[in-house]
């Protein structure tokens, strides 16, 4: 059996994607990953005009949409993950998907289906409307094995028509995270080009969009309701949400490790939690420690909520490398 899994968004981060492409590989070998990221997140000019999830008119005709679409139809599932600004953009490719295979199985999940669920889920075969790992590892079992998967909660599916709205997993503990295979990161990964389709991801790619930085989250969750954030609709589907959640401090060295070992040049690591400063100083203290020894490289942080920066956990943070903080004004 084949699995696509094909991040959408204006950039290759991807932070969320690249956990649950890791659960598809690790269920079934044959799948590969896709990444259509036709401009860049960290692009001062398009920051300046705004320009978050606004394609080229040219990227949005039959000919570039099928040239995306082609390659990514040959699988029996097809995984996509995208965020509201590229929904669009996601629905015409899975459009041409249709087209060219009806009988390959369209999944599709990230925040867009979490926060839209009504939206999304005319557009494909299922949709994923909470934490996917174990919900999504069930789906790929059930499927191959040719046994019923509608009853999957955190799944809502659609049935000829007919949406089965199931219910919500509660969320995942620290034992479950530490179970994860890390995030899947310069493993056989592909690039859309324009002009060229598919390619795949070389290191000058990784630098073109991320620069010399590894970008990712130890940390989920925030107790706060912002009106322009997702976290509205988390909270609201699990008050849990709420509270600070995050695997083990072994895990999350280990996993940036992993990828110092794919890739060399990484000199910067950029934590991109909501509420990173919420860590207990008693965890914090360990993490610096096993930074310091087996990382030793500055970081920055880029979620920190006011009421939790405390001078303890300032001074730790900066013992451990910490170089830049990022915080918001609630």
């Not at 896709?34 to 005709?61: C, F, Q, W």
């Not at 010399?212 to 925030?222: D, K, V």
């Not at 509420?275 to 030793?296: A, D, G, Q, Y």
Request: proline share 5%; net charge positive.
């Amino acid at each position: 059996m084949r699995i696509n899994m094909v991040s959408i968004e204006d950039g290759m981060s991807a932070m969320g994607f690249r956990k649950i492409a890791s659960i598809a590989k690790s269920a079934n070998q044959n799948t590969g990953v896709y990444y259509v990221a036709l401009e860049s997140t960290y692009s001062p000019i398009r920051n300046i005009l705004g320009l978050h999830g606004v394609r080229n008119e040219k990227d949005k005709k039959k000919e570039r949409l099928r040239e995306i679409a082609y390659p990514l139809a040959k699988a029996d599932i097809i995984g996509f993950s995208s965020m509201t600004n590229n929904a669009d953009f996601t629905r015409a490719i899975i459009k041409e998907i249709r087209e060219i295979n009806p009988k390959s199985y369209i999944v599709w999940g990230g925040i867009h289906p979490i926060v839209f669920p009504e939206d999304a889920i005319h557009s494909v075969n299922a949709i994923c409307v909470g934490e996917g790992e174990y919900p999504f590892m069930e789906f790929i079992s059930l499927f191959k094995s040719g046994k019923d998967y509608t009853g999957i909660k955190n799944f809502w599916f659609n049935l000829n028509g007919e949406i089965k709205r199931n219910g919500l997993l509660p969320l995942n503990k620290q034992e479950d995270m530490n179970q994860f295979p890390f995030p899947l990161y310069a493993e056989d990964e592909f690039l859309f080009k324009r002009e060229k389709g598919f390619f795949p991801m070389t290191q000058l790619d990784f630098f073109k969009f991320n620069g010399l930085g590894y970008h990712t989250i130890w940390t989920i969750g925030c107790p706060y309701k912002c009106s322009y954030c997702s976290n509205t609709t988390f909270l609201k589907n699990d008050k849990s949400y709420g509270k600070l959640r995050y695997p083990s401090t072994e895990y999350i060295v280990n996993e940036v490790k992993n990828v110092l070992n794919k890739h060399s040049h990484v000199s910067t690591v950029v934590f991109y939690d909501d509420s990173f400063m919420s860590v207990p100083s008693s965890t914090l203290k360990k993490f610096s420690e096993l930074w310091r020894e087996k990382i030793n490289l500055p970081f920055c942080v880029m979620g920190v909520i006011p009421s939790y920066v405390k001078k303890e956990k300032m001074k730790i943070l900066i013992e451990a490398g910490m170089i830049r903080m990022r915080m918001g004004i609630q």
